[in-house]
């Protein structure tokens, strides 16, 4: 298992500034994530975050709007750059905790980030 | 990725044993079906995970028939705890990584 922390829990910003998210787990993992999840809604895959490496982002999610860092293998942190009222959504970070089999891993979930773009 | 399908809510009553069913007709091979619970304001939670035939928990079973086009998580004896909203996902492993998919999810609300 692992246990994740998200800073801040909430925040509230203005449009055009840009709010960086922390995630911290208690142990070692390979693969971080990073999900939004708006009100009401389901999770959508922002991008995944591989120690040294670049993370890798899904369609229609790109760099320069949510920068990604991995120093080490116990934490990343997710930007938000130049936000819009549209990027008010909850953020969420989630590790992978690799089975004994191939695919048959779990993903824990940190508490998540609400952000209120005003 | 397959997409997965599943009622968008559900209604029970406490003491009740809920069926929640996903149809994921394009399962690909390697593919493993994933079932999260999410309380609000919280991340989702691991519930259980299968490939075929039956999975059992302390918190729940899951089916799967031969052709797994489908899965039902089943939740036993419900209670008003139970009511928050449930994930079907299907991933496999691309990069590397054992990517998920969220669906639209089901919304189970356990009455009195």
């Known amino acids: 298992s692992a246990v994740i922390s998200q800073k801040p829990s909430r925040d509230i910003c203005q449009r055009g500034t840009s709010l960086t998210i922390q995630c911290q787990v208690d142990s070692q993992v390979t693969m971080m994530f990073w999900y939004r999840q708006q009100p009401g809604q389901s999770l959508t895959l922002i991008a995944t975050a591989n120690q040294g490496s670049e993370a890798t982002y899904e369609s229609g999610f790109v760099i320069d709007k949510f920068p990604i860092s991995r120093p080490n293998l116990t934490f990343s942190t997710l930007t938000v750059s130049n936000m819009s009222p549209e990027d008010s959504s909850i953020y969420l970070c989630?590790?992978?905790?690799?089975?004994?089999?191939?695919?048959?891993?779990?993903?824990?979930f940190g508490p998540g980030t609400r952000l209120t773009v005003t | 990725l397959a997409k997965t399908t599943q009622p968008i809510s559900m209604d029970s009553y406490e003491g009740q044993e809920v069926n929640i069913t996903c149809s994921h007709n394009n399962i690909a091979t390697n593919d493993y079906i994933t079932w999260y619970q999410q309380f609000p304001s919280q991340g989702p939670r691991f519930i259980i995970q299968g490939y075929k035939t039956k999975v059992t928990n302390e918190v729940a079973s899951l089916f799967i028939p031969a052709d797994r086009k489908s899965s039902t998580l089943s939740l036993p004896r419900v209670s008003l705890s139970d009511t928050a909203v449930y994930y079907c996902?299907?991933?496999?492993?691309?990069?590397?990584?054992?990517?998920?998919?969220f669906g639209s999810g089901t919304r189970l609300l356990v009455r009195p």
């Open positions: 989630s590790v992978e905790v690799q089975g004994r089999l191939a695919g048959d891993g779990e993903q824990y």
């Open positions: 996902l299907v991933g496999d492993w691309m990069d590397s990584s054992y990517k998920l998919i």
